[in-house]
């Protein structure tokens, strides 16, 4: 090759890595309101290894060593005309997606749409199937009507219960952005992190102690959301503009099926004692939510989301998941079940319902 092939050669090269350059995708900018309690930090992680630009909104207060390479805007969204939400008006600022988790009023979140308007590409609400009305039916899909609402909208502070605070922020982000809101419909959300103490993953735990274990011999289904699978679900969703509702959770399973997998993943030898629910309430003792009131109650329909592209964990990863954040915050693993507040029993409670149990089947 003589210099000036070598010298052509050199500038096809140069214009094709700079067409290559060109031709790479842009880095999604993604607002994540909230970020740092329960669910946000799991859906902040999994951005963060998809490669997208996180911004959090949030008041600085929960969590606030969390993410400290992000970029973090401060503000309230709980204030009367909205100038908690000042940090978001940024004239030049656009984020491909916004993901709400907002369980307050829905005077909030219908404040951060309206500003949000023109600054966002699609609107993503994490919701509850607790906005169905009625749970009558097995397999609820999305088409199902949705909780009656009141004629007079939310004021910031509201005295609503939590499903038709739901149900109300899903109306006012329909009446906003009709045409780039996203529902997910979530079914009692696990993972490596609790809300609070109490809420630590019972089953799990009690089974990988072993021992004695009493459970309810006649509820049949369950079902549950695994926050990391609805992660990638929401990001999944953004990408390939999916909008409208998804009720978004395992299928339904088999509890016993279920407690049997705890088992084997746990190499227990735990000793279950299935007693009737009947017996337990008897006693006072609630366990789990009674299946058959209503009947819908652990059999939600997720075909819609599975078709879109829900790819839900194995049990078992969720299942390693919850262990290991049970672990770190109990390094000792001695939690004490039993607090009145949960489904949950002390050790000491058990032993005397089983031994009222078979002092029953004795006769």
């Known amino acids: 090759m003589d210099r000036r092939d070598f010298i052509k050669a050199s500038c096809a090269l140069s214009l094709l890595a700079s067409s290559s350059l060109l031709a790479l995708p842009k880095t999604k900018k993604i607002l994540v309101l909230g970020g740092t309690g329960f669910f946000g930090p799991i859906l902040v992680e999994e951005l963060l290894k998809q490669g997208y630009s996180v911004t959090l909104f949030n008041r600085g207060k929960t969590n606030p060593h969390l993410f400290p390479k992000l970029e973090k805007l401060r503000g309230d969204r ?55 009305d009625k749970w009558d039916n097995i397999g609820i899909a999305e088409s199902e009507p949705l909780n009656p609402l009141p004629s007079e909208k939310e004021a910031i502070i509201t005295d609503n219960r939590y499903a038709i605070r739901k149900t109300f922020a899903e109306k006012a982000l329909m009446e ?49 959301t695994d926050m990391v699978s609805l992660s990638r679900f929401m990001t999944h969703c953004s990408n390939t503009s999916k909008l409208g509702a998804y009720n978004v959770c395992y299928p339904p399973f088999l509890f016993r099926d279920y407690i049997q997998s705890i088992v084997e993943a746990t190499n227990s030898k735990v000793r279950l004692h299935y007693i009737p629910q009947s017996f337990l309430r008897a006693n006072n003792v609630k366990l789990i939510y009674d299946h058959n009131k209503p009947p819908g109650r652990y059999r939600f329909d997720v075909s819609k989301a599975l078709e879109a592209g829900l790819k839900n964990r194995p049990f078992e990863a969720l299942l390693e998941d919850q262990l290991r954040g049970y672990h770190e915050r109990n390094p000792k693993g001695d939690f004490v079940f039993g607090h009145p507040d949960t489904k949950t029993m002390s050790s000491e409670r058990e032993q005397e319902i089983i031994r009222l149990w078979q002092r029953e089947q004795k006769g």
């Open 78 to 132: 709980e204030t009367a005309d909205g100038s908690g939400l000042a940090a978001l008006k940024h004239d030049n600022r656009h984020w491909d997606w916004v993901v709400d988790t907002w369980q307050g009023s829905s005077k909030a979140v219908a404040d951060t749409a309206q500003l949000l308007s023109d600054k966002v590409d699609q609107y993503q609400y994490v919701s509850t199937i607790s906005v169905y």
């Open 176 to 224: 906003i952005l009709p045409e780039r809101s996203t529902f997910f419909r979530s079914h009692g959300m696990r993972g490596a992190r609790t809300t609070n103490p109490i809420h630590e993953p019972y089953w799990q735990v009690k089974i990988q102690r072993g021992g004695d274990l009493v459970l309810p011999a006649d509820t049949t289904y369950y079902q549950i």
